[in-house]
């Protein structure tokens, strides 16, 4: 199946940096990409959709100058945590819609922990 | 009504019995069925993608879609240790991916 690869896969900062996860799509181009997070034992949760070369679409109560997308090309979507606090303390995921249109495959995520 | 609903479990089973997994969705313009294996800490790996109504076979995985009572079900043959994990179902349609809380699945050895 496709490959979609996500850096670092885990990451540790200090409370009010900023830190930026890298997802790409290794064998296709996406022009759709999607940021999850997901907390212990509970489902994805959508937090915004990425589309290439244009600003991303994010669900309600995601806050957009807090975590900042950028699709700056067909293989890559980069997530940002601006001023992280210990509750961004979480697995992000992202996803990458194939070629086809209808077929979704996901990164292996990233673990952010916030100290 | 949650736009899709999956019973978490956790449910066990022996090796070698057969795992039938089911979830149902509410939004009918969902037009295409993904099913997910996540293993902890990990992210999710495509096992199945379905279209139309009906069966799909892929070695020992059958992915059941029934869209008049919108009804999606995943079969597990001959589980093996390897598959405990947590199994999403995932309907797609209008840009968009929805995922149900997931079915753990624990096979005992």
């Known amino acids: 199946g496709a490959v979609v690869s996500q850096h670092p896969s885990w990451v540790i900062c200090k409370s009010g940096t900023s830190v930026k996860i890298e997802c790409r799509s290794l064998?296709?181009?996406?022009?759709?990409m999607f940021w999850y997070r997901q907390f212990p034992k509970q489902s994805l949760m959508l937090m915004a959709t990425?589309?290439?070369?244009?600003?991303?679409?994010?669900e309600q109560g995601v806050e957009k100058d807090k975590f900042l997308i950028n699709h700056a090309s067909l293989t890559l979507s980069t997530l940002t945590v601006t001023s992280a606090h210990p509750e961004d303390s979480s697995f992000y995921i992202c996803?990458?819609?194939?070629?086809?249109?209808?077929?979704?495959?996901f990164g292996e995520g990233s673990w952010l922990t916030v100290v | 009504q949650k736009e899709v609903e999956q019973d978490p479990g956790p449910l066990s089973v022996p090796e070698g019995a057969i795992v039938s997994l089911n979830c149902t969705y509410s939004n009918s313009a969902f037009q295409y069925f993904m099913w997910y294996r996540q293993y902890s800490r990990k992210g999710p790996e495509l096992l199945m993608y379905t279209y139309s109504s009906g069966n799909k076979e892929d070695g020992r995985f059958t992915a059941q879609v029934d869209k008049s009572s919108k009804y999606i079900s995943l079969f597990i043959r001959d589980s093996q240790p390897s598959d405990s994990a947590t199994y999403l179902c995932a309907p797609y349609g209008n840009n968009r991916l929805a995922f149900g809380k997931g079915n753990q699945v624990v096979v005992i050895p």
């Open positions: 990425s589309n290439e070369g244009s600003k991303a679409t994010y």
């Open positions: 996803s990458a819609r194939a070629g086809d249109g209808n077929t979704i495959y």
């Open positions: 064998d296709f181009q996406a022009t759709t």
